[in-house]
């Protein structure tokens, strides 16, 4: 039993695809208004250490359908290692409540309150992954293209914490995974020699990603933590915009993805984007689906089995 949903790596193939093939069906059951109230009177502690819209949303909206609520916790009001120690945090929300959500810059963070919390963690977003993104965004394209082993996803832009938690869930799925960024912005070599080359590959060409893609993906460039480095970053990612000239170069019928916030004419054309918005808006309601079967898992049978 896995009791915490800090990294996908964590998991097994067969564990993600029954998390996703649930999700799926929970949604039907949602929409017809008959998805059970599972979570009653339990509490669901968030912890924001950086800006989000659809993270928060999504989770609070999850536990009120199932019968729960969540408790907002922003940065100044609890101040996670300055004020408290993390793993006294971790203790006493344990305590009081029946899971934590966490978004917070570092990696070593979430896994330090998962060391101590005696309630599942959940990541939130840390700078070094996105795995409720990952989950959420292969729901859309099966959901979208039908099978998803065999098919492929190009990421162009940024190997930041959305491109590696995607890039595990791909290989977790039998697709392959194509990142381009510029010179410099690769995924780094810690990260890579763990994953399958028959799966994984990078290259700083997004013309030579987009080709034969089924997906094309893309996030900010300048991600949350950065925003020191946004003259260069503006600079060095020209040439990586997501632009109907770059979608012509895909196969007919690609589809297009963004996490969002999206950043018009920087990562995305307004065009791609306003021509792919239905596909977006469903993949950031798929958070919702996603974390509301993750919440019911997780605390309400004790693990991802
Ligand atoms: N995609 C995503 O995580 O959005 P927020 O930052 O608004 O939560
Ligand atoms: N890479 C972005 C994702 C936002 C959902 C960031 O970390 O800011």
């Avoid at 996105?130 to 859309?140: G, K, L, S, W």
């Avoid at 792919?276 to 089995?305: K, P, S, W, Y």
């Amino acid at each position: 039993m896995i009791k915490h949903f800090v990294n996908l790596a964590d998991f097994s193939a067969e564990q993600l695809r029954n998390l996703l093939t649930r999700a799926l069906a929970d949604k039907e059951l949602f929409r017809a208004g008959s998805l059970p109230a599972s979570l009653k009177r339990k509490t669901l502690a968030m912890i924001f250490d950086k800006p989000s819209l659809r993270t928060r949303v999504s989770f609070d909206t999850a536990m009120t359908h199932l019968g729960g609520r969540a408790i907002n916790l922003a940065p100044q009001e609890i101040g996670i290692g300055k004020r408290e120690a993390v793993r006294d945090v971790a203790r006493v929300l344990a305590r009081m409540c029946d899971g934590i959500m966490a978004r917070t810059f570092s990696h070593d963070l979430i896994e330090q309150l998962a060391r101590w919390s005696s309630v599942p963690v959940i990541n939130g977003l840390t700078d070094y992954s996105h795995p409720c993104q990952a989950m959420a965004d292969v729901m859309t394209i099966e959901e979208k293209l039908g099978e998803l082993a065999g098919r492929t996803l190009a990421f162009i832009g940024d190997g930041n914490n959305v491109a590696r938690s995607l890039a595990v869930a791909c290989e977790k799925f039998g697709m392959k995974f194509i990142l381009a960024t510029p010179s410099g912005y690769e995924l780094e070599d810690d990260f890579t020699s763990q994953m399958d080359p028959a799966s994984f590959s990078q290259t700083n060409d997004p013309a030579e990603a987009v080709h034969g893609a089924d997906v094309l993906y893309t996030d900010t460039w300048i991600s949350m933590g950065q925003e020191d480095e946004r003259k260069k970053r503006m600079s060095d990612f020209s040439g990586f915009t997501i632009s109907g000239e770059l979608l012509s170069g895909a196969p007919a019928g690609a589809i297009v993805l963004h996490c969002l916030p999206a950043y018009r004419d920087y990562e995305i054309t307004d065009e791609v984007f306003e021509a792919h918005a239905e596909t977006i808006f469903e993949q950031a309601e798929n958070r919702l689906h996603f974390q509301r079967t993750l919440l019911n898992v997780l605390i309400g049978e004790g693990g991802v089995a």
